[in-house]
């Protein structure tokens, strides 16, 4: 669910929301994705393929359909050599009706990753139609993104980047994600859906430096953020770390975690890292993104123990709703407490309309006659659960708490500058506040618009300004002031009050950083203790304070 800068619109109180996310439907089984296997059919406005290359990466992404019905493509890796990823992607795109791909986007430079893309050791480049180079049938039309040129340490590099430069001269754009630039670029795909370069080369959007210890292909690895109308977020990050592990150190996954939440980012569906491996999908990374269904690419032969126990425990932690995968893995882990992930045996669709999502195994492109041996066929809605899980909820005395308060910007003016956060406490329940209020015992009050939800186990951030050095998910105006010193917050649904926080002397209070709740004391009673809050030592845009992010324990 999106509510980050340039990305979305936040709700004003006393104007009624565009979109509300209903309850998920029900049901196991749609009457697509049922039939003859393989099926690359595009559905939807959003179409996206986890395509089963064996335990390599390929995605392909495709935009609504324009006049004519062509769709904008971006393909994103492209397996590896063997099996043949080159001929596997091709086949995806016939079967889906791609003539041509307008962006390529390299993660990083691993042969499971551009094997696909080159034409040696007999492999089938699904870019070139030959060793010279010559643009394919599937060539890329307008970019290809990657972290430029780098000393060729294999053939497939070698083959990789004399092509590109060759591309690069018959006019194809080479945008070279490196140093940090071209982070924050955006690609359209049509119909208000677009992909944009949150992290390469060590960098993280909106970060000046890079992150420390920074010296492997993995840790480099290009991160894309899809995102597009009713808050669907699909994000995928290559072989992107952030765990240490053997000689990576590097941990790049939270600090784009955080970077994202900041912007309002709360994933739908995660593309995880190096293949589920336990350096990769940190607890700190999950935590500040809240996908509800992970995708992990994988063969059930490899030799790497992928996807890791410590990834599943992450998982279950969360807890995320569905983790599907191409393939069974090659993992034994305990049973207790960890996911249980489905298999789809073959490439996995994610079809996005709105605020809704399907999520389908299609079959695998090396048969053409296999059926899955387990069909997966769910949907899921923003916010809202996936195929009949927790649908939002009124909430009750105690499902929410107040988490953060700035009470005295010093950056920016109080009217520009105020804000706060509400959370709620359960990890696997959202809450819909249609109809609550927000009062102090004065006179300041404000109604909440149809349609504000609280993702389950997640905060979303109320502000007097749309621009309070974030995008906030509720813009209140001037009905709501917030004393220095000395005042309250209580919200108030159908007739009870949900919470209630009213700071005086002994609350820590001081200009420029906001009030921030333990996340160790997280039911709302702990936060009438003014020893159970602290002040926010992490600076964003303007103060300090962790708006739409996790706050960091008090110490």
Known sequence: ?????????????????????????????????????????????????????GNGDATLVLGPPARGGHRVAMLIDSGKLRPDGGRIVTEVLEGAGIDEIEFVVATHYDSDHIGGFARVLGGDSVLWADDACTPGPHAAQKAIIDLGVLPATSSTLDFYLTCVARDEARGVEHVVVRDGDNLGRSFELGGGYSA???????????????????????????????????GFDFLVTGDLTGRPHGSENARVEPVLGAALAARGVDLEVLHLGHHGGDNASSPEFLAALRPEVGVISVSAQNTYGHPGCDTYQSLADLPIQRVVQTQAGATV??????????????????????????????GDASSATDRPTQLVNFTCTVAGGCDGGPSPLAPGPGDLNFTEIMTNPDALSDSQGEWFELAAV???????????????????????????????????????????????????????????SEDE????????????????????????????????????????????????????ATDLGTPNGPNPPCR
């Open 333 to 362: 882990c305990p049973a207790e407490a960890l996911v249980q992930p489905l298999v789809a045996d073959g490439t996995i669709g994610i079809f996005a309309t709105g605020g809704r999502y399907e999520v389908a195994s299609l």
């Open 196 to 230: 944009t370069v949150v992290a390469g080369d060590g960098y993280v959007i909106d970060t000046p430096d890079r992150v420390p210890y920074v010296n492997t292909a993995n840790e480099r690895s290009i991160a894309v953020l899809i995102s597009g109308p009713g």
């Open 1 to 53: 669910m999106r509510f980050g800068p340039a990305w979305s619109t936040a709700f004003v109180v006393g104007m009624t929301a565009m979109a509300s996310c209903g309850p998920a439907p029900t049901g196991t089984e749609t009457s697509e994705g049922v039939g003859a296997y393989p099926d690359f059919t595009p559905r939807g406005d959003l179409s996206i393929y986890a395509i089963d290359v």
């Open 426 to 484: 359960d990890p696997a329940q959202a809450y819909d506040l249609t109809g609550c209020w927000i009062r102090d015992d004065g006179r300041d009050a404000i109604t909440l618009a149809d349609g504000v939800l609280v993702p389950a186990g997640a905060a979303i951030t109320f502000a007097r300004s749309a621009d309070p050095g974030f995008t906030p998910t509720v813009v209140y105006g001037s009905g709501l002031t917030l004393a220095n």
């Open 489 to 540: 917050l209580e919200l108030v649904c159908d007739g009870q009050v949900i919470d209630r926080v009213a700071w005086k002397s002994g609350f820590p209070l001081r200009a420029g950083a906001s009030m921030s709740l333990d996340p160790n004391q997280g039911d709302a009673n702990s936060n009438d203790d003014p020893a159970t809050w602290c002040l926010a030592t992490l600076e964003y």
